[in-house]
């Protein structure tokens, strides 16, 4: 009898085990809000621990193949006023910086979107992907299951611009939640994400509500916790233009 | 106008989302001339800026102090009507796009007597209007401005001033700026608009009709009967009347986002093109500023996890002195979220002349910030930067914003 099931078991697993990119469609087939309002707070942690803290507000929009977002600072006074709009159109991206003590708006070419995004641990292509993963511009693989995690390694495909050379993801088994991304450059592990204090809105959006990013070679981290986030309110397309990002 | 501007207040603060939000700072700055270790900056400033933003409007008032002078700064009131901003009082306007250099950005005056002061630390608010149009469904803006009162610039002074070359009859110097009526009004627009071009396109065209910044000789009159002019400006005695010229300026700007493949990092292109034309196109009118040309081309590239560099080139073209050309490079590296560096060199390459600018900013707590600073000037000592040699300063400024 024990046999018996030994062969079950072996012939089964093949069957119920997913592929990397079968994960990875998963994670993006959850439920995720058209569009996203909250209030941020952004903590720099150096690796003496000593602490910077920012406010943002942040706007998302999602229609089709439209991604928009808009972030504003609210807080030190230093920082405030100062904005960054990110528009991604299919394969295209444009960002902009608006700059109070200039009155003036700036692109964010190429490479610089890989360059630190005021100050943090975040680029300003991370900040702009938060929460949209395209599997279709990555290659993906099942590494190994890890007790409740899909473990996926992610390279991104011949001709997407990426500021890392692979992905390492966790991915929680029950929800396809993302809870930590390793994310890895010239060969060597660059920067870790986690994922935490996931929470359900509206009964169906699972949305993590604190973020850390960790260099690991300057050992500096950046928390990013999110509060009162309104989801699927109508936010009109006025706010994602130079117009809004000077008021 | 006013009252609907004043209702269209009330009502937004009838609809207020969150109250006046109130910032500043608190700056102590000090500077030592390292030639003759004079102390040329000794001086604590304070600001006090008072913010609403409603639904429908926003109310910003600032105040600034510093010994012996109190002033506003910024102050203005802004209301949105549709697809309409309609901005009144005080203000800051940006008609440029490149760094350093930008011959269009000339609405607001600026304040040029320590000139080593940062271009954002230099521009004054002037009393104006704004109205800024967004038509719907484009990415365009066109903008309106009309100043009642003609500001004009700070000249450099103390040691940064040059002398006027006056005749040697010259016994008095008045100056006389335009009175503020309708006609002696500076006059703006703008119009501006994005394109997906290559990483993207910005393009926009500027025309002020405004004065020259600073004052020209405008007349020499007998200083025994000053409705006759000088009978000999060589002996005197003469009034040497300075005045402004009326300025229309008219140009157009870029930037261009692009990548070049194989190199790591971005790029952008930037460039003004500006015409500033005076009474006296040809320059034979003494008494009269010369018109001229000015384009100013830059290039910026952020190196990755490395420092932005921007590279520009500026050529000027006047019947007087003809054609002069700079070049300037200036980098700024943020090591971490505390320390940040910066330097700029500008190159007159016409007469050789030449500045470095060094600066370290290190932010010791949220809104404490330290900043040391350098400036170098060489070239022959009547040279644009070479005048200014033995003005070379070692500075340090702490500045505690709330």
């Avoid at chain 1, 070679?217 to 809004?244: A, C, G, N, W």
């Avoid at chain 2, 006046?20 to 400033?45: H, K, M, W």
């Avoid at chain 2, 009118?285 to 910026?300: A, H, K």
Wanted: net charge neutral; proline share 7%.
């Amino acid at each position: 009898m024990r046999r018996f099931w030994v062969w079950v078991l072996l012939l089964a697993a093949p069957a119920l085990a997913l592929s990397g990119e079968e994960v990875l469609k998963q994670v993006e087939a959850r439920p995720r809000p058209k569009t996203f309002h909250g209030k941020l707070a952004m903590e720099l942690i150096n690796k003496q621990g000593k602490r910077l803290t920012r406010e943002l507000e942040i706007w998302t929009k999602r229609e089709g193949s439209v991604e928009k977002m808009l972030i504003k600072f609210l807080a030190p006074p230093d920082v405030r006023g100062t904005a960054f709009l990110a528009i991604r159109k299919g394969g295209r991206e444009e960002m902009k910086l608006y700059l109070p003590a200039l009155k003036k708006v700036r692109r964010i070419a190429g490479g610089q979107k890989k360059g630190s995004f005021m100050g943090s641990d975040f680029s300003y292509d991370d900040i702009s992907k938060l929460g949209s993963l395209k599997s279709e511009n990555y290659q993906s693989k099942l590494l190994r299951e890890e007790g409740a995690f899909y473990v996926v390694e992610a390279t991104p495909k011949p001709g997407v611009e990426s500021a890392y050379e692979r992905l390492v993801l966790w991915v929680e088994k029950p929800h396809f939640d993302v809870v930590k991304i390793e994310f890895y450059r010239k060969g060597a592990l660059y920067k870790v994400m986690t994922l935490d204090e996931i929470q359900t809105y509206a009964g169906k959006y699972r949305i993590p509500t604190r973020l850390v990013m960790e260099n690991k070679k300057t050992r500096h981290k950046t928390v990013l916790l999110q509060r009162e986030l309104e989801l699927d309110h109508p936010i009109p397309d006025s706010v994602f233009t130079e117009r809004f990002m000077k008021r | 106008m006013k009252k609907h501007l004043a209702l269209a207040l009330l009502f937004g603060l009838a609809l207020a989302q969150e109250g006046p939000a109130l910032s500043g700072s608190l700056t102590y700055g000090f500077g030592l001339r390292y030639t003759d270790l004079a102390i040329v900056q000794n001086e604590a400033r304070f600001s006090l800026r008072w913010e609403t933003n409603l639904e429908d409007a926003a109310l910003v008032a600032e105040l600034q102090a510093s010994p012996g002078r109190v002033g506003l700064g910024e102050a203005y009131a802004e209301v949105y009507l549709g697809a309409f901003d309609l901005a009144a009082g005080r203000i800051l306007e940006n008609t440029g796009r490149t760094d350093l250099f930008s011959p269009l950005d000339a609405f607001n005056p600026k304040d040029l007597a320590r000139p080593i002061a940062a271009p954002e630390d230099q521009k004054r608010p002037l009393e104006a209007l704004r109205l800024a149009y967004y038509p719907e469904g484009t990415r365009a803006e066109i903008r309106l401005l009309y100043a009642p009162r003609f500001v004009p610039s700070t000249p450099p002074a103390g040691p940064w001033a040059r002398p006027l070359p006056l005749p040697p009859g010259v016994v008095k110097v008045e100056t006389h700026a335009p009175a503020a009526s309708l006609e002696n009004g500076v006059f703006g627009i703008r119009a501006s608009t994005s394109l997906e071009v290559l990483d993207g396109l910005d393009l926009g065209a500027t025309l002020l009709y405004t004065y020259t910044p600073f004052p020209g000789l405008k007349a020499l009159l007998d200083a025994t009967d000053p409705d006759q002019p000088c009978p000999d400006p060589n002996t005197g005695p003469c009034i040497a009347v300075l005045g402004y010229d009326r300025l229309f300026l008219a140009g157009g700007d870029l930037a261009l986002a692009f990548s070049v493949p194989g190199v790591e990092g971005g790029f952008v292109a930037r460039a003004e093109a500006a015409y500033g034309r005076t009474q006296d196109p040809t320059g034979t009118d003494p008494f009269v500023q010369d018109s001229y040309l000015e384009g100013v081309l830059e290039l910026e590239h952020t190196f990755p996890e490395g420092p932005t560099v921007l590279l520009l080139y500026r050529a000027r073209q006047s019947p007087s002195p003809g054609w002069t050309h700079h070049l300037a490079l200036s980098a700024r590296y943020e090591a971490d979220e505390a320390l940040t560096l910066e330097g700029a060199w500008v190159q007159n390459l016409t007469d050789g002349s030449g500045a470095i600018l060094p600066r370290v900013r290190y932010r010791l707590a949220d809104g404490v910030e330290a900043l040391f600073r350098a400036s170098v000037f060489y070239g022959g000592p009547a040279s644009e930067f070479g005048f200014w040699r033995d003005n070379g300063e070692l500075g340090a400024e702490l500045r505690y914003a709330f």
